[in-house]
């Protein structure tokens, strides 16, 4: 289906650009160590780049760890049933978690225009960075994560209904 692989091509890019900010996630902390430890001279951003970098990882790691299933499942009752049933289930439960994380992307994308209008800085460090960075990449990755959400309702759907997913 070309949808479902569309949405997973978006997915895999989102979960490149989060395996691609661990280079810069180990240089802020290299970084930070030698300036610490070596130099006596800690840095003022290296704390702030780090929380803003994991969080980043995270949020556009989600949808690439769905696609891949690797979130945590508990498959006691689904190892006992057909493919169809599990299928049937899986669709269940994407079609009652899809409103919740569209629902929290958008106002993800609130905090964005807030925090972008306003202005509104970390107030954690010297450095004190503006946030809408961040949050756009908060409300991107649980984007990105609806779609994949509906990516598997889809493909679930189509099991369920005894059809073939090729993806």
Known sequence: MKLITSIEAITRFAGLIAALLVLPLIGALVTEVFSRYIFDSPTLWAFEISYMVMGAIFMLGLANALRL???????????????????????????????????????????????????????????????????????????????????????????????????
Request: charged share 15%; hydrophobic share 50%; glycine share 6%.
């Open 69 to 167: 299933g690797q979130h945590v499942s508990v498959d006691v009752v689904t190892l006992k049933l057909k493919p169809r049933a599990t299928a049937t289930m899986r669709s269940l439960c994407y079609l009652m978690f899809l409103p919740i994380v569209s629902w929290i992307s958008l106002e993800l994308y609130h905090y964005f225009y807030e925090a972008f209008d306003s202005g509104e800085r970390s107030g954690r460090s010297a450095w004190n960075p503006v946030m809408w960075p961040v949050y756009g990449v908060w409300f991107i990755g649980l984007a990105v994560l609806s779609l994949q959400v509906l990516a598997e309702l889809l493909k679930s759907a189509r099991i369920a209904l005894g059809h073939e997913v090729n993806v």
